[in-house]
């Protein structure tokens, strides 16, 4: 009888180590859901601040032929200025 009695415990606290790890499972795949959904998030502000970024230096690129043609046209009106000349271009 008594060796009967110690094996029901064991069978319940080996019964409860199984629920406990059942549930440590349950808790790291919902962790791990959670981590890849954040993955997901981040990758998606990243494409979306890259257009941002692709925009800006388009811009920039721009910006850097206008100032280079404007220092032409400036020049050039220094140059005619010089030369007693009215240069309206």
């Not at 499972?25 to 979306?48: G, R």
């Not at 721009?62 to 220094?78: F, V």
Request: contains cysteine; charged residues 35%; aromatic residues 4%.
């Amino acid at each position: 009888y008594r060796l009967r009695q110690i094996q029901m415990q064991e069978d319940r606290i080996n019964e409860e180590i199984m629920k406990e790890r059942e549930q440590e499972i349950q808790h790291i795949h919902k962790s791990m859901y959670q981590v890849n959904e954040i993955y997901k998030d981040l990758a998606h502000l990243v494409d979306t601040q890259q257009e941002g970024i692709d925009q800006v230096e388009t811009q920039m690129e721009g910006a850097k032929e206008n100032t280079k043609e404007g220092l032409k046209h400036i020049e050039k009106a220094n140059e005619s200025q010089k030369e007693g000349q009215c240069v309206i271009s």
